[in-house]
Every structure is written in structure tokens, then in C-alpha cells.
């Protein structure tokens, strides 16, 4: 319920009051109050749903009548936002949501990145409820300038999402990104590895990640899904890998096993008479340690175990991420430069050059399938 006050009089006055000189009224005594004449006459009080009570001035008291019929409309449909809720920064908004959010460790930390580097130095200390969607197009048109058409749509949804949720919260009654537009994206067409190119990059990599390079070619599982996989996870005598888990290395902290990328993930993939018999010459000359590591397949109970990695690093434990597939982050290891104009050079005498960027990471997984299916030649040996 919402109602309307007269702050200059009294609503219960007594018998010995004297009336208003000021005002009357047809309809009752007018007897002036002890805020006779300062600030706004007429205020609109109610209670949110919470019960705590508010309150809002105005000069006229048609506008008072207005503002308390639209709050009891608002407050009877389960639709009303307190006007000072969004004076809250965006911030403190876009955080409860990040800290509260169901995330693999990996998103989280993109998230982060995403809020802290294109988000925050923008929108961070403005009023949620100051946000308008010109505001949100004009930042869509400077992060174009930085950013690809498919990163700025994901680093779009952890600008619109915090703001879903504020109106889920009825901190703001709607929200500004309703009706902004983001650049089309447009999909290159994938120009799948020559059966020569891959061949040049087996026969390019150290003896110890030949067997690695070959699998990624031939079954198109994902660079975590590779360097998590243990020996129990292949079948020779069925030739095929079965796919349940992958190497995770966060930024922060030691490498791990967690679940694959998305539920469609788990799943067996038949293995070519060449990536088995590449897997048996690598375990027979690079036999898999025992590694412990902390096992997170199940999120709801980790632990820390022994695990027989097909692939580790030179050093014998799990690898990590960066220009070398070494036990630290900083260069050197198999994939150094040398190692990269080397492939290089022989993918050349083929097939045309490889860059170095892509030459330091494995192909993706599209262009490993198609590699081995559109070529036109046999599954690539060493």
C-alpha cells in the first residue's frame, strides 16, 4: 500500500490547534505542522517487500497521487525496483554475480579477465541505474576496434549478464542492452592442413611428441583431452580412446584433471591401425610415469592421485602451458624456434608455409579431422 501525506499539517490534529493561515480545505482542519512551509508538501510513503519503509516527495500532489498509484500497481505484481537500489555501481553488481556464478575454474578466470580489462574501465564505477543502451552501442563500437567480432560477443555476454541479473533483482527495471546490436561475425572458410603438412610437422617434432602430433591428427581430440590421457584410456586391441577426462592448468595453481570441455565430450573415438601402432613404439620407448595429480572429474569430490600420462613433458609430469611443452612457462623446450623453422622449411617443399604461432600449438581439431578426410591421402606416417 502505498499513501499520500501532507507534510505541512498535521494528519491528527487537536481540538486546541490553531487552523492554517496559509491553506484550507473543504474537507478537513488544516493545522500547520512543524515542517509548515520547508521542502516539498506532499509525500508518498510505503513499504517494498521487504518491509522497510520509503519514502519520495513532490511539489504537487497530483504527482504525489500518480507516484503512490504506480508503486501499489508495482508493489501488487511483484514489479517493484527501489529507485535507490540502482544507484549501486556497476561493479559491485557485475562481482556478486561472477563470485556467485557456476564456472569451470578456466571460464572464471576469462570472466575476470574479461570484466577487469574491457568492462570495469567503462561501466565499473557508474551507477547500474545510469546505464543507458546508447551507453552500451557506444562501448560496442570501441571494443570493435580492438577486439575480433566473436571475442567481443563473448566479452558481451559478461556485460549483459550481470545486468540480467540486476533486473532479476529488481535493482534496475530493465535492461539497457535490450535492442544494441554487435558486429556480424563472419565465419572464414577453414583451410584444412595438407596431408603433406602434417606429415612435415610429425616428422619436424621431437621423438617424444611424434606419437602426440599423429594421435591430434587422426582422432581430432582437443589439446587437454591429449595431454590428459592415460594408458588405461586406450584400447589397442579395439583400437580406439576413450574420452573422459583432460589436463587442465589454470593460471593459478598446478595442473589437474577435470572434466572435458562439455557433456558431448565424453565419448569414444575410433583410432587409426597408424595412431595405435604410434602409441605402442612411444610407450615402448617413453614409458608412461607415475604422475600424482589432483583428479576433479568429479567436482563434488577431488583427490589426489596416481595417474599414467601418455604425454607428459621432458621432466616426466604434467605439462603446461606456454611456448615449450616444458615444466615451466617461459621459452625453450621441443617447440622452440629452431624446432619452428624447421617445420617451416619442410612444410614448405609441400605444401606452403605454417606460421610459427600455429606451428607452436596443435592443429585444431576441425582442421586435424579434415586433414585426414578431405586430403585424399592416406592417414600421414612417420
Known amino acids: 500500500m502505498a499513501e499520500v ?91 556478486r554475480w561472477r563470485t556467485s556464478a557456476v564456472h569451470r575454474p578456466t571460464t572464471a578466470s576469462r570472466v575476470e579477465r574479461g570484466l577487469r580489462n574491457h568492462i570495469y574501465p567503462t561501466f565499473g564505477d557508474r551507477p547500474v541505474a545510469s546505464i543507458r543502451p546508447s551507453d552500451i552501442q557506444a562501448w560496442i563500437k570501441d571494443r570493435s576496434q580492438v577486439l575480433a567480432p566473436s571475442t567481443l560477443a563473448v566479452t558481451y555476454t559478461y556485460l549483459i549478464t550481470p545486468l540480467q541479473t540486476a533486473v532479476r533483482d529488481r535493482i534496475i527495471a530493465g535492461n539497457p542492452c535490450e535492442g544494441v546490436r554487435l558486429p556480424k561475425q563472419r565465419k572464414p572458410e577453414i583451410g584444412p592442413l595438407h596431408a603433406d603438412a602434417v606429415r612435415a610437422l610429425i616428422d619436424a617434432a621431437p621423438a617424444r611428441y611424434r606419437a602426440l602430433f599423429l594421435l591430434a591428427a587422426s582422432s581430432g581430440l582437443r589439446q587437454g583431452e591429449l595431454f590428459g590421457l592415460e594408458v588405461d584410456g586406450v584400447d589397442f586391441l579395439r583400437r580406439e580412446v576413450t574420452v573422459g577426462q583432460q589436463l587442465i592448468d589454470p593460471e593459478d595453481g598446478e595442473p589437474y584433471l577435470g572434466e572435458p570441455k562439455t557433456h558431448e565430450s565424453y565419448r569414444t573415438v575410433p583410432l587409426t591401425k597408424a595412431a595405435v601402432d604410434a602409441l605402442a613404439a612411444h610407450l615402448e620407448r617413453f614409458p608412461a610415469p607415475e604422475v600424482k595429480i589432483e583428479d576433479r572429474t568429479d567436482p563434488r569430490k577431488p583427490h589426489l592421485r596416481t595417474a599414467r600420462l601418455i604425454f607428459p613433458n621432458q621432466d616426466r609430469k604434467p605439462v603446461r602451458r606456454g611456448p615449450g611443452l616444458t615444466s615451466g612457462r617461459g621459452p625453450g623446450g621441443p617447440l622452440t624456434r629452431r624446432w619452428r623453422r624447421r617445420t617451416n622449411r619442410r612444410v614448405q617443399h609441400g605444401c606452403g608455409p605454417v606460421s610459427p604461432r600455429a606451428a607452436s600449438r596443435p592443429v585444431s581439431r576441425r582442421r586435424r579431422v579434415r586433414a585426414c578426410t578431405t586430403s585424399g591421402t592416406s592417414t600421414p606416417r612417420y
Open 5 to 95: 501525506y501532507d507534510r505541512w499539517h498535521k494528519s491528527r490534529p487537536s481540538k486546541d490547534d490553531k487552523v492554517c493561515g496559509e491553506h484550507s480545505s473543504k474537507t478537513r482542519k488544516l493545522v500547520p505542522s512543524g515542517e509548515h512551509g520547508q521542502g516539498k508538501r506532499w509525500q508518498v510513503r510505503w513499504r517494498d517487500a521487504s518491509g522497510k519503509q520509503r519514502k519520495e516527495n513532490f511539489d504537487k500532489r497530483a504527482a504525489a497521487e500518480t507516484r503512490a498509484a504506480t508503486v501499489k500497481a508495482d508493489l501488487d505484481r511483484g514489479m517493484y525496483v527501489d529507485p535507490a537500489a540502482g544507484k549501486e555501481s556497476f561493479r559491485a553488481v557485475a562481482e
